[in-house]
């Protein structure tokens, strides 16, 4: 474990964010956080997933509705670790562009991902859809602006790419842009078929299906987990052991040290919401809007029309030292709100920082943990962490059962970010 590394036992939800986001409560729509059992006795089931976060709340909800007997623990109150801080883009675009990828994978890998973090969003809307849950879930387009870097000419390059994966979405130059969406920068991608969403809302009415199936959500902190042959057997706390047939570790930036792979980095990240705004102070369509620079800007709209902006990134995983810069980031991100959107009512009346897991490739952690088959790691790092914590429930639904695709690789805990594989592209 290095100093980017937060430690497994001793990082608690308040290590993870600070501040205040505006979530559980959107459009008057409100869910009860799910309650949790205390462990009175040791128990044994089929799946246990460790983590009551966006990641454990769909994993839960999946694997409950294949039939599988599921106890979820979690040692806070479910949903206010990471998954409060979050600003809900729900987009399928992925932090590492399509050239980017493809420049590290090749094409048809770097085009597949892309493939399937669409397929994510859209089994995301299916499910939100199908259950009618109460989470101010909207489908929304994206516009990727063109920043630092990347102009009009890099932005026709990704372009391209993506038309040749088969994927929509299309080119605004300055002129269309500044009139269509009163954005002043050289160009801009604006793709449909993205979404956003209150991520507690979601994770809790998730954790309240999953319940609703005989999932039991329990009080416990997991300290060690034995790999026993036929089990894994999960050392708490207290007296009592969970016995699991499989273990699906979905505990966000706090990772087990036998899992820690060297891809991944743990930093901060800053957001602001303001009050909610008049119709004429909104921008078209109310599209979930990012920048193409590193680290990025974006902004999108809540249901009840307050502007968030997030960004800021700063390269460190000390919550003392992230939350001392809190009032300075909000500041920054209040000046680059009325710098982009200047129609903006900038008063503020969120601001809050997290801690922000990343892979150097921009992709997610998800398959079994290196040497351990009944383990399983669904870690949706990156700004598309929810994207992928959907892609990870069904994977790791599939690994359990027993199928195993070539394309899950792409994701494994043990995958080789810095291999390049330029020439396929
Ligand atoms: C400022 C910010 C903005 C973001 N914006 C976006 C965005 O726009 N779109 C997006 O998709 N993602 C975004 N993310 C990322 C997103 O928030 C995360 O990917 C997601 O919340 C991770 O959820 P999780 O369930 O994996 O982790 P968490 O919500 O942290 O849940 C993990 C749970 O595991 C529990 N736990 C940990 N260890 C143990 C243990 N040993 N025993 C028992 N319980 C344990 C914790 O108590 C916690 O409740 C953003 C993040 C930040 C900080």
Redesign the pocket.
């Known amino acids: 474990m290095d100093s980017s590394d937060l430690d497994?036992?001793d990082t608690?939800?308040d290590d993870?964010?600070t501040g205040l986001s505006p979530w559980g409560s959107q459009q008057g729509l409100s869910v009860a956080a799910p309650e949790r059992d205390r462990l009175k006795e040791s128990i044994k089931t089929d799946i246990a997933i460790?983590?009551?976060?966006?990641?454990?709340?769909l994993a839960a909800e999946h694997l409950t509705s294949l039939g599988h007997k599921v106890i979820v623990?979690?040692?806070?109150?479910?949903?206010?670790?990471?998954?409060?801080?979050?600003?809900?883009?729900?987009?399928w675009e992925t932090d590492s562009s399509l050239v980017e990828l493809t420049g590290l994978y090749g094409f048809e890998t770097a085009a597949d991902v892309y493939r399937r973090s669409r397929a994510a969003v859209a089994g995301l809307m299916e499910l939100v859809a199908t259950h009618q849950i109460p989470c101010a879930f909207h489908p929304r387009p994206t516009l990727y602006l063109a920043a630092g870097q990347v102009g009009e000419k890099e932005l026709r390059e990704e372009l391209a790419l993506r038309q040749r994966a088969g994927l929509p979405g299309d080119l605004l130059t300055y002129g269309a842009l500044l009139g269509d969406f009163g954005f002043d920068r050289e160009a801009a991608i604006l793709s449909p078929e993205s979404a956003e969403a209150d991520?507690l809302l979601l994770?809790w009415s998730l954790l309240r299906i999953a319940a609703g199936r005989g999932a039991r959500i329990i009080d416990?902190?997991?300290?060690h987990f034995h790999d026993e042959g036929q089990g894994v057997v999960i050392e708490t706390s207290g007296p009592h052991v969970i016995e699991a047939a499989h273990v699906v570790l979905?505990?966000?930036?706090?990772m087990p040290h036998f899992v820690m792979p060297a891809c991944h980095t743990i930093s901060s990240?800053?957001?602001l919401s303001t009050v909610p705004q008049r119709p004429d102070q909104l921008w078209p369509q109310r599209a979930l809007t990012w920048e193409a620079a590193e680290p990025y800007l974006?902004m999108r709209m809540t249901a009840d029309n307050r502007i968030i902006i997030?960004g800021e990134d700063e390269e460190i995983a000390d919550p003392e030292m992230r939350d001392a810069m809190l009032w300075d980031k909000t500041m920054r991100l209040k000046e680059k709100l009325l710098q982009l959107w200047p129609k903006a009512n900038a008063t503020i009346s969120h601001a809050?920082?997290?801690?922000?897991?990343e892979t150097s490739d921009g992709l997610p952690l998800i398959g079994a943990v290196p040497g351990a088959k009944r383990l399983f790691a669904?870690?949706?790092?990156?700004?598309?962490?929810?994207?992928?914590?959907y892609l990870a429930s069904r994977m790791i639904a599939a690994m359990i059962s027993g199928d195993r695709r070539e394309w899950f690789d792409n994701f494994a805990l043990d995958r080789d970010p810095r291999k390049s594989t330029q020439g396929q592209s």
């Open positions: 497994f036992q608690n939800h993870l964010s460790v983590g009551a976060g966006i990641t454990g709340a623990l979690d040692r806070e109150q479910p949903g206010l670790g990471s998954t409060r801080a979050s600003t809900a883009m729900l987009q991520p994770a416990a902190d997991a300290l979905a505990t966000g930036y706090v990240s800053f957001a974006y997030g809050w920082c997290g801690a922000f897991g669904a870690y949706g790092y990156g700004g598309n962490g929810i994207t992928f914590s």
